[in-house]
């Protein structure tokens, strides 16, 4: 008995078919990860104290 249906091809077979797009996709989250630790921990900061929202004080004399 013949099936006209295709087979499912196997997760092996995808991962060698679409290799090169898996590999630039890791390479630009990986890039996207670790520019974010780079942001989140960059020195500059560190130092920057909260900012106050000035605009909405009012200056007591």
Do not use: F, Q
Request: with cysteine; glycine share 6%; charged share 20%.
């Amino acid at each position: 008995m013949e099936t006209n249906m295709k087979e499912r091809p196997s997760l092996l077979d995808l991962i060698v078919r679409y290799k090169t797009h898996l590999n630039i996709g890791g390479l630009i989250a990986c890039g996207l990860w670790a520019g974010w630790i780079a942001w989140m921990t960059r020195p500059e900061a560190v130092d920057v104290p909260a900012p106050s929202p000035v605009c909405c004080m009012r200056s007591v004399h």
